[in-house]
């Protein structure tokens, strides 16, 4: 019987409150014998300035081992007003960014879903986001943020340069190639490769390595290939034209919160960072998050909407225990959810139900319990 090892870290502000109703999905879960005898065994800790405050870092060494072992780790949100002024070593972000770079995160997937009920928060027309459903695949370790020489250097004249190196070696593109065209393959099987060759050489090479990568593993996946400034231009103009995106580092970023906007609330979106396979396992690391931060403003209030942080948690069913039916039905309860007008006060609108954190939790509990009793 498999047991599937999480830990979950609440973090700071609506981190904990939102972590909560993924909780109780999961105690239901455990408790209603829908796995096949599956388990999943959870581990609580503290990360950022909750760890902060109770260790002095922003994650503890405990915490990183059971990170290393989980075969899934679901993260809130961290920091804060509250730490604004701690050591820059153990500032909130520090233990992301810790947990990033030792599990090997190379790989970010931003899903972008615009489900029918939201097509008119979005800042685009119903008929161009409806039904929309996207995902890019970001390069998370590499490129133009991490390349060497960075510094800004004195020229001694009056002027400074400042420089940021793009840098990619093959293994690098290969391996966010294989992840994007490994998914496209459960999904509508085609893949949009994205740089700039016109004008960068780590662009060109971009390009070689992913028709190479298609020819020799994945042919039976649609590839084509578009600059990234055309990219961001076709994502606002008809986005459904896309199914997976992979791009690197920079214009992911950019390209991801592009899509992210055509979906509505930042209360809405969910994200999965996975690892390079393990030899024995083939399992990757992998850590699931809402893209929202810790939201001091509405901190507290019981007020935050929780679906990021579940469908994050649908996310980890999927990518991490192979769970496919248990993620579409938690997927199809935060539709149905939202097709009954029930609203958390970022996506309200008028003539419908507004409820709290708590309220939409239970309300897609429900739902995936009505599911299961069919
Ligand atoms: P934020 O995402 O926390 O909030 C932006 C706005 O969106 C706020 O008005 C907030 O109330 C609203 N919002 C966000 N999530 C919501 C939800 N689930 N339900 C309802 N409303 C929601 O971004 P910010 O205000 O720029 O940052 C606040 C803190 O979070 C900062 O300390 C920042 O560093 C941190 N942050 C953390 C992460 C992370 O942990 N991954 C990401 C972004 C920001």
């Known amino acids: 019987m498999a047991t599937h090892k999480i830990l979950l870290l609440p973090g700071d502000g609506i981190g904990p409150e939102v972590s909560d109703e993924v909780s109780a999905i999961i105690d239901w879960m455990n408790n209603a014998e829908i796995m096949d005898g599956a388990t999943f065994e959870v581990e609580k800790y503290l990360v950022g300035g909750a760890a902060y405050d109770a260790h002095k870092v922003a994650i503890s060494e405990d915490a990183m081992k059971l990170a290393l072992n989980a075969d899934a780790v679901l993260f809130g949100a961290v920091g804060g007003p509250k730490w604004d002024d701690v050591p820059y070593d153990a500032r909130p972000e520090a233990g992301l960014l810790r947990l990033r770079k030792d599990l090997s995160l190379f790989a970010n997937l931003r899903p972008a879903i615009c489900y029918p009920a939201l097509a008119d928060s979005s800042s685009l027309r119903r008929e161009v986001v409806e039904g929309l459903d996207i995902l890019i695949v970001r390069e998370l370790t590499g490129g133009v943020y991490f390349g060497e020489p960075k510094e800004i250097v004195d020229l001694e004249n009056g002027q400074k340069r400042a420089i940021d190196t793009q840098v990619y070696d093959t293994y690098e593109i290969e391996r966010i190639a294989e992840v994007a065209f490994d998914l496209a393959r459960t999904r509508q099987n085609k893949v949009c490769s994205m740089e700039k060759r016109n004008v960068m050489k780590s662009g060109l090479l971009w390009n070689e390595v992913v028709t190479a990568i298609h020819r020799q593993k994945f042919s039976d996946v649609e590839l084509s ?3 990234a400034d055309a990219g961001g231009m076709q994502l606002v103009r008809w986005p459904k034209q896309f199914d997976v995106i992979v791009t690197d580092n920079l214009f992911g970023d950019m390209l991801s919160d592009v899509a992210a906007m055509l979906t509505g609330s930042l209360g ?18 992998a850590m699931y998050e809402p893209v929202h931060g810790s939201a001091p403003d509405i901190a507290g209030q019981g007020a935050a909407n929780p679906i990021a942080m579940i469908a994050s ?9 192979g769970m496919v039916e248990l993620a579409t039905c938690v997927e199809k309860a935060i539709a149905t959810v939202l097709d009954q007008g029930i609203r958390t006060g970022d996506i309200m609108s008028e003539g419908m139900t507004k409820v709290g954190t708590n309220g939409m939790g239970a309300a897609i509990l429900a739902e995936i319990q009505k599911d299961y009793d069919k």
């Open 268 to 285: 809405m979106l969910p994200s999965a960072s996975l690892g390079a396979p393990d030899k024995e396992t083939g399992k990757r690391k």
């Open 313 to 321: 948690f649908a996310m980890a069913l999927r990518y991490s225990f």
């Open 225 to 227: 290939h578009m600059l």
